[in-house]
């Protein structure tokens, strides 16, 4: 049984290690749907707490404990998960599909958090509102293409052999990553997607964003109350920081 400790309210950075358990069908528990599942992240993150026989101290969550182990670290945790799960391939491969689940991580996850948290994550996004508004649209601008291109020309070369995803003939934990990252994106600026994904120059990487969101096992997730809506989390939406209506 794996057990997931996450802060309840917001998808973020826990989805997308419940989207590798959804997707695997694995047994597991989640703080972010336990009563006093606050308390639990909190005990672990706290100062007096300095580790155990089950690892260091973690600095901040998502945090999973599986058997003896605790570890922390979203790209950590997917790939201890992703070979355990059936959703890696085996040797050095296993690397090529690291390397882009972090490509997403980077560029579609923790940039687009900057967006509305450019200056200091201990500040309110209200006091650092024309900041945003200047690193939201350059980011809208030249490093989302930038990304986006980037994954059509992974999936190119994919699509000609007949394979919908990014890496080998069956879906990745990297391409789970990706598809939650555009699903975020689309929450956190939906006029911005629609122009991308209306653009035609990504056509792969919005087919693989629908292949994904389609697989059995992700469609019943998505559908289902354990599926948090987006809210004040990572991916945020502020109308303003979006393209101009």
Known sequence: MYHLIYWPGAPGRGEFIRLALEEAGA???DTAHEEGGVKTVLSLLDENFTGDTSGPPPFAPPILEHENLRISQTPNILLYLAP????APSGDALYHVHSLALTALDGLSNEAHDTHHPIATELY???QRDESQRRAESYRTHRLPKFLSYFERVLQPQATRGHPFLYGDTLTYADLVLFQ???GLKFAFPRALARLETSARYPHVFALYEAVKNRPRIARYL???RRQKYSQGLYRHYPELDDAE
């Open 181 to 183: 990252a555009l699903d």
């Open 84 to 87: 355990r799960l059936g959703l």
């Open 223 to 225: 559908a289902s109350e």
């Open 27 to 29: 047994e597991y528990t």
């Open 125 to 127: 996004y209200e006091d």
